[in-house]
């Protein structure tokens, strides 16, 4: 995918919005830790300031993608979601400081620039959403085996009984 370059300072002053699809093939970061290339991410950018007037992005992701289950070993989709309040700062140490004086870990402060690639963002995003190790929340195929389990299932003590008679 081409890069998606915005005046980050400026969209936020302009209080622009932008919306689209981003199919997950073409972020390769994300790509390469799903089961497959298929799936698509929908994201909205808006632009505008906090009430102490810092520069700040509205970030929103969602989609699915195919992951690998680590018990199993069989792809599953995983949905991705996620809603994002970006403080822009002009540097490292005006970062760090928007940081400390913000306080607020709901607020995510980055260095915004005149050449801002919005793909790369909406990927770090998706990314960040996506567990470390990524599970089905019950295997496949463990619901097989207990079905069967259960109903071959005999007593250990259904011989006593039957010596008992």
Do not use: Y
Not at 121 to 132: F, R
């Amino acid at each position: 995918m081409s890069a998606f370059v915005i005046d980050a300072f400026e969209f936020c002053r302009v209080k622009e919005r932008r919306e689209g699809r981003i199919a997950v093939c073409d972020l390769s970061r994300l790509a390469e830790e799903s089961a497959d290339k298929f799936g698509a991410i929908h994201w909205s950018l808006q632009g505008g300031s906090d009430n102490r007037g810092h520069s700040q992005l509205l970030l929103s992701v969602s989609g699915s993608v195919r992951l690998i289950c680590q018990r199993c070993l069989t792809p599953f989709e995983f949905d991705v979601a996620s809603d994002s309040v970006l403080v822009l700062a002009r540097s490292d140490a005006d970062a760090d400081e928007i940081d400390a004086f913000l306080a607020d870990d709901s607020v995510e402060v980055i260095v915004g620039s005149r050449t801002f690639n919005v793909a790369e963002l909406i990927e770090d995003e998706a990314l960040l959403t996506i567990p470390l190790s990524a599970k089905h929340d019950v295997c496949p195929d463990q619901l097989a085996p207990d079905v069967e389990r259960g109903a071959e299932k005999v007593s250990p003590f259904a011989v006593l009984k039957s010596l008992k008679q």
